[in-house]
């Protein structure tokens, strides 16, 4: 199939590769040219693994095609799929500026019949509005083709978004339109071998289902936040807790991490923007409002347990922080939990020596050149002389560390554990002072 893909990000570059993986011709598009110019120069702008070699492989092979070229990108696909950002707008709610952007240029050069299918997270309504933009563009062309507004919502993790992808779980497809849901079932048939994995529903159940599915897994991480905070003051250990729970088929073992709280490009604005829908249809959704409120406090945690020990004024500490990125495998550092405690602790005069497997450059992009912050070459080289080191991203290099080189290279042998990577006997026993999110210390 001819297949376009609107937006190169993290949602776009991995549709459009593994789709083109699977056999269709993809041309992807993007309005920003440096991205076009690193794909079509046989590199990428992001970080995420596996998609490095696919990209390559099906570019190669002609199936690949990257252009900044609108024209060219709407008269190539059936299927356009939208892959743009849609981030949080003042009031909380997704902006869809660029949704609607994508769509309005499809309906200005769409000769032929096309199915537009909206992979960005989106409120409900949006392909309504989707369709409409659409209408209205080509009722000023003066001219009437035939098209579909497919919501198709896109659920792959980043750092393991290829694997997601090439094995999905379920995909979900929101369509009113019969041929644009066979064309939809053709795309995907491929990834539905094994066992039919098809939802379909209406545009507007599917729009909701995306914001759902965040949201609950975000609540669930906030809800482990705050039980922590609990287990530390009552002497309980939230790690067992966790497994005591996680065992129960009903609860599940997924998202049960007590830490330094969700970042990421997804979770917090989509549950920002949920609530804002709610509130724009007279509902105050109580429960999410408390989700944020209880992750924008957690995300200072380690800036408050370092605070309890040094005090206020942290003029003339230095600290070691392993971890930038707002997960492992992945260079993005939207809403980063490392984001609030580099300006936090900056902020009280300390000094910060960082180290992060893959997201140093884009950490260089987000603080530009902040006095009192420094890059490591190495894990071990931002421990030299540091007060403390503070671990913020679980990086699977962080998880078994050299304790013995970690105490001779720390100035105090101090660690403050955002992602309770280690047993705390056993750091303890090796000479370390060990704090970590609700492991029974009061
Ligand atoms: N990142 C994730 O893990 C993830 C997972 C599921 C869903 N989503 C959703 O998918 C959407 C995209 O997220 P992302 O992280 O890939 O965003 P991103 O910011 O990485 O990429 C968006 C891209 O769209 C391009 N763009 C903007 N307007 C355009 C236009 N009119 N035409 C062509 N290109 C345009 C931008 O230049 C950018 O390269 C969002 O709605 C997000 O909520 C993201």
């Known amino acids: 199939m001819k297949v376009t893909v609107i937006g190169t990000g993290y949602v776009g570059l991995v549709t459009g590769a593994c789709l083109s993986e699977m056999g269709n011709h993809v041309l992807c598009l993007d309005v920003d040219k440096r991205k076009i110019e690193i794909l079509n120069s046989g590199g990428i702008p992001i970080h995420e693994p596996g998609l490095e070699e696919m990209v390559k492989r099906n570019a190669a092979d002609g199936r690949l095609q990257f252009t900044t070229d609108i024209a060219a990108a709407v008269h190539h696909g059936t299927l356009q799929f939208i892959g743009v950002g849609t981030p949080p707008d003042e009031d909380g709610s997704a902006d869809l500026q660029y949704v609607l952007a994508a769509a309005r240029n499809i309906g200005q050069h769409m000769t032929d019949y096309k199915v537009i299918v909206d992979k960005s997270t989106v409120p409900v309504g949006t392909a309504d509005r989707v369709r409409a933009a659409v209408q209205v563009v080509l009722a000023e062309r003066g001219v009437s083709v035939d098209f579909a507004v497919v919501s198709n919502p896109e659920f792959l993790k980043e750092g393991a978004a290829v694997e997601d992808f090439m094995r999905l779980d379920r995909i979900l497809i929101g369509a009113d339109d019969e041929r644009a849901r066979l064309l939809m079932r053709a795309i ?41 905070r609990l287990a530390e003051r009552v002497g309980a250990d939230i790690e067992l807790v966790r497994h005591g729970i996680g065992s129960d088929p009903r609860i599940g073992t997924h998202f049960l991490y007590a830490g330094t709280g969700y970042g990421g490009s997804c979770f917090p604005k989509d549950v920002k923007a949920l609530v804002r829908t709610g509130h ?126 970690m105490r001779a290279l720390l100035k105090e042998p101090l660690i403050f554990d955002g992602r309770n990577l280690f047993d705390p006997a056993l750091v303890r026993s090796l000479g370390l002072e060990y704090h970590a999110i609700g492991r029974g210390e009061a």
């Open 188 to 228: 995907y048939a491929p990834f539905s071998r094994n066992r039919d994995k098809l939802l379909l529903m209406d545009t507007r159940s599917a729009e909701l289902t995306k914001y759902a599915a965040n949201a609950m897994l975000a609540t669930r991480i906030s809800f482990m936040n705050e039980l922590a």
């Open 280 to 405: 724009e249809m007279g509902i105050d959704l109580r429960v999410l409002t408390a989700v944020e409120a209880a992750n924008d406090s957690q995300k200072r945690v380690l800036v408050d347990k370092v605070v309890a020990r040094f005090g206020e004024n942290l003029q003339g500490r230095s600290f070691a922080l392993w971890g930038l990125a707002f997960k492992p495998n992945t260079d993005d550092m939207r809403e980063a939990p490392s984001r609030v405690i580099v300006h936090e602790l900056l902020r009280r005069g300390a000094a910060i020596r960082a180290y992060d497997p893959v997201a140093m450059d884009e950490a260089r992009r987000v603080f530009g050149d902040l006095p009192g912050l420094s890059f490591a070459s190495h894990q071990a080289d931002a421990l030299r002389d540091a007060d403390a080191l503070l671990i913020v991203t679980e990086w699977r290099a962080f998880k078994s560390p050299d304790f013995e080189q």
